[in-house]
């Protein structure tokens, strides 16, 4: 079976920082490009970061630049998003998700989200 | 940037009706255009890719259609499980970046 698992959610302090896990399985994920998806409580998607599949490109939106890093380990099937000098404004459950590109260009695989609120 | 404008923000429907959901975008996104469906407290879940393929496992019930700038949704017949938030999602060549429309909420009548 397909399957992503996010871990490393939490609360956290602002100007603090978080390092968010997703676990793959069922799929050869070195293959793949792959992201990060947020969502606000109550308010809709925003894409945050795409990585690409040796790690040699990575994009971010505007608002995490310079305090994100996305990251990946092909070894261990898993993909980080190291989260630093966090704001209120980065509470969110994050998504990670698949990005099949170019066969498809969508996000067609996503976990179950893990939650971080970034509060005092 | 691309801003992506989903109409009408909510759709009132029974089931068995059809509903057709738009997606406007502020310049053309040629065919790089997703639908996707939100359960309140689950994962989004893909169901159109390059404006009209659908993903895998999704029933005929749900077509995309459209390019350029203007997109369509159609739900031929709401099924009870059909009841949703659905959003759109568009990728910019350069520099790469991928957004979000604001959603449309498929509620029952």
């Known amino acids: 079976e397909v399957q992503l698992v996010e871990s490393g959610g939490g609360l956290v302090q602002p100007g603090g920082s978080l390092r968010l896990s997703c676990a793959a399985s069922?799929?050869?994920?070195?293959?793949?490009?792959m992201s990060w998806v947020r969502q606000a409580p109550g308010k809709g998607l925003e894409w945050v970061a795409n990585?690409?599949?040796?790690?040699?490109?990575?994009y971010y939106v505007d608002s995490v630049k310079g305090r994100f890093t996305i990251s990946r380990d092909n070894a261990k099937n898993s993909l980080y998003l190291q989260m630093n000098s966090l704001r209120a404004e980065d509470t969110a459950v994050y998504y990670c998700?698949?990005?099949?590109?170019?066969?498809?260009?969508?996000?067609?695989?996503w976990g179950q989200g893990t939650m971080v609120t970034v509060s005092s | 940037e691309i801003v992506l404008t989903q109409s009408p923000a909510t759709l009132s429907l029974s089931p068995g009706e059809r509903a057709t959901l738009s997606c406007r975008a502020s310049?053309?996104?040629?065919?790089?255009l997703a639908w996707y469906q939100q359960k309140p407290g689950q994962a989004p879940r893909l169901l159109i890719y390059?404006?009209?393929n659908r993903a895998t496992g999704i029933p005929a019930r749900f077509s995309g259609s459209g390019s350029g700038t203007d997109f369509t949704l159609t739900i031929s017949s709401l099924e009870p499980e059909d009841f949703a938030v659905y959003y759109c999602?568009?990728?910019?060549?350069?520099?790469?970046?991928?957004?979000f429309g604001q959603g449309t909420k498929v509620e029952i009548k």
């Open positions: 998700a698949r990005y099949p590109y170019p066969v498809g260009d969508a996000f067609d695989i």
């Open positions: 069922g799929f050869t994920f070195s293959s793949y490009w």
């Open positions: 990585i690409k599949q040796d790690g040699s490109e990575k």
């Open positions: 310049q053309s996104v040629s065919s790089y």
């Open positions: 390059d404006a009209s």
């Open positions: 999602q568009q990728r910019s060549n350069w520099p790469p970046s991928w957004t």
